[in-house]
């Protein structure tokens, strides 16, 4: 889809609100305030469009309340088109780029990143668990081993960079989330939150996956140890290529990152691996493809209410997500 089509789709603003009120509403209207599902719409001469009065808590709202839109003075218009070359990028747009692309200043250009984000997480306990033969693998993330500040760091385990745990099906969806250190206590709650109990683990030698792997319904692992990386059907192919595009992501677009922000960037990563779909290519292969822009825009603003994102006092972001 190209820009040109995006705007003969949604010309004016008042196109833009009701995209909105049938993506966001699309199980029918909810207030914000309260979770109420009744309410109507205020007609009045000085009103603006698309304000709603909620008849359990006659709190005031429109399609934007507690939204990551929430209050704005962009046109709506500008966040679509955000979300646009957000999504339509195979590898993540950077604030600057964003700001020229869309005409806003690098600063907002930056929240309104992190704000689409926010949208992206699909960690939360409403999602589904990932399921069936199911790759586990640490990824520790970070460029080359190198000096820093007189510490040399070590490749793979034992590191001081950022460990993130990766969770992904075979040929499915995928799960990552940064991680205090690879011991049991860290790895073992992650794990148990994010893979289906009837799924089958594939993992490295390490022991923390020995333990876990007795509560799975089958585990097997390579030992990387003896440097051996596949036996058969035994291996980590899938999670080293979602590994890969991390890294790639990580030294093309965002260079230093706070653990914070990390997880927001990884969780725009995880979307766009989610968001794909196999082609069969002339030689039998299979190629996975971005899912068409719509479908994708439409699954964003899916879990757009309740991720209002606020300014902490720390000069961070920080996510407002629950009613009253
Ligand atoms: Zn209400």
């Not at 996510?319 to 009253?324: E, G, L, P, W």
Request: proline content about 3%.
């Amino acid at each position: 889809m190209t820009i040109d089509e995006l705007k003969e789709m949604l010309p004016t603003e008042q196109a833009c609100r009701c995209y909105l009120e049938q993506a966001i509403w699309r199980d029918g209207r909810v207030c914000p305030h309260c979770g109420c599902l009744d309410s109507w719409e205020l007609n009045g001469k000085t009103t603006r469009r698309g304000l709603y009065e909620c008849s359990g808590c006659h709190g005031h709202f429109t399609v934007t309340t507690k939204t990551p839109m929430h209050a704005t003075k962009l046109p709506l218009w500008t966040w679509l088109l955000a979300m646009y070359y957000i999504l339509g990028s195979s590898k993540g747009v950077s604030s600057v780029i964003l700001s020229r692309l869309i005409g806003v200043s690098q600063k907002t250009a930056w929240k309104l990143g992190h704000a689409i984000r926010e949208m992206m997480d699909m960690s939360h306990e409403a999602f589904p668990a990932v399921g069936g033969v199911v790759e586990i693998d640490e990824k520790y993330l970070g460029g080359k081993p190198r000096k820093e500040k007189g510490v040399t760091h070590k490749r793979g385990k034992g590191t001081a960079k950022q460990p993130i745990l990766v969770m992904v099906e075979r040929a499915g969806i995928v799960r990552a989330q940064t991680i205090d250190n690879d011991r049991h206590e860290s790895i073992a709650p992650v794990v148990e939150r994010h893979v289906d109990m009837d799924s089958y683990l594939m993992t490295d030698q390490h022991q923390v996956y020995q333990r876990l792997g007795n509560q799975y319904a089958g585990h097997s692992y390579v030992n990387h140890g003896d440097l051996e990386y596949a036996r058969g059907e035994v291996h980590n192919n899938t999670a080293e290529s979602f590994n890969a595009i991390l890294e790639r992501a990580k030294q093309g677009v965002f260079h230093w990152l706070s653990k914070e922000l990390l997880q927001r960037y990884i969780n725009e990563v995880v979307f766009r691996w989610n968001h794909r779909q196999p082609t069969e290519k002339k030689n039998g292969k299979i190629s996975w493809r971005p899912l068409p822009l719509l479908d994708q825009l439409w699954s964003l603003l899916s879990h757009a209410i309740l991720r209002q994102v606020k300014r902490s006092h720390n000069g961070g972001l920080r996510i407002c997500s629950t009613y009253v």
